[in-house]
């Protein structure tokens, strides 16, 4: 195992992402937490990860001693390094804040970590953070690799396997970076490939029959990977014992809520209850024009609806579940690392069923919880899910509702859903589905003036929207071919009664955000 200390920088994630692509499971610590996760985990080997701060700030946080006393591999990037320096003897000089950018680094000496990589007297590229600067190493230092603007661009004590970057290994920028952080991990720490999702599998089915024994699980599906995944996984391991729940609202996408339940019932014969609760959902948002009263309105339909079925399942006879089954994912679980400890500000407020478990007073069962998303869709497969279903786009919960700014009907409904579907089957006709993040159309509730054969038409425009990102925090739009967009548009306004317009959406996030509400 290895523990990653994160200062706070935004691609600390990175380096456990990496490390578990060489096969090894690691795990993420905020610098606060860092001395106690070091003493639960006891692990192989340590990274130190970038951050924000300077080290010559006062109250600048510090990586545990015990981590540098206990003789094991560590691998310092960025802050992480003038940490290092700062607390084995060395001095660092204040510079200015963190900035990333492209540079050579030249190698002066051979080191451990970059061994089969990189080699003495050659040039090679990598994503620098220029910041503060260390600028004496510790006693058992020396410089391995250096840039025009880096005297330190990498200082080791080999003896002690103590590593120091000060670029990042971690991001695509350094191309070679991964293969130093897999020699890190197998050939400096000693440690081997097993993390892969086969033995995942294996694992999580123990821990879920030890967790739940002979007792009943509900699992909510919501259409998506996730909680597609955590079903199939925990039906592998307590069978009849787990009942899923599909609360069908009436907001999907075309074809989305019969594939779910064929794939379900069809495919692997696992106990599901469709409940068709469109009239309802349909008509609470009447008239609902306001986002956030949208997703309301639904999450709390969600849960009465939910609570009611789970009841019923209460009732059949075979005794109450005693567990409620969630896809929350490890990026849902890590604590991220405060500076100001202040309330963040809600942009939106994301539809979710964290009340429920204490509300119906079930324990929570959350398979997927060490997993990044990447991760679940490769355990998806490996557990023969479809790959088209695994490799879906991420959709809200509250689903087509917020993809309608204004208030919602049904013939509006319609009307999006065959557009989707439209603009959807020509991205994947021209190859791109799987480039592109996310893409969706939204309907607008404005209409234009068009003409049609010999006619006027006075109809909606329709919005398209792709973008590409990495976890939905920063998006930036898909820049398309236009002859790809504008066979889109001519299909949708050909076939879909009710568009005449379309316009492509070409904002970033930020200062946008992906939805339109
Ligand atoms: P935004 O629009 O905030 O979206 O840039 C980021 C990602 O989150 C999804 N999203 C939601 N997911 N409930 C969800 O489950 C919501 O209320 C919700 N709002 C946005 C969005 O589709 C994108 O993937």
Redesign the pocket.
Known sequence: KVLIVDFGSQVTQLIARRVREAGVYCELAPFQNAEKAFKELNPKAVILSGGPCSVTDDGSPRAPQAIFDAGIPVLAICYGQQTTAVQLGGQVEGGHAAEFGRADIQIQENSALFEGVWEKGGRYPVWMSHGDRVTRLPEGFTVKAVSENAPFAIASDEKRKIFTTMFHPEVVHTPDGAKLIANFVHKIAGLKSDWTMAAFRGEAIKSIRAQVGEGRVLCGLSGGVDSAVAAVLIHEAIGENLTCVFVDHGLMRLGEAEQVVTLFRDHYNIPLVHVDASDLFVGALEGVSDPETK?KTIGKLFIDVFEAEAKKIAADGRGAPQFLAQGTLYPDVIESVSFTGGPSVT??????VGGLPARMNMKLVEPLRELFKDEVRALGRELGLPPAFVGRH?????GLA?RIPGAISREKLDILRKADAIYLEEIAKAGLYDTIW?AFAVLLPVRTVGVMGDGRTYDHVCALRAVTSVD?MT?DFFPFDMNVLGRCATRIINEVKGINRVVYDVTS?PPG???WE
């Open positions: 997703r942009i939106k407020s994301h539809h979710n991420p959709f809200p919960g509250p917020i996310q939905g998006a996030k955000t992906i939805e």
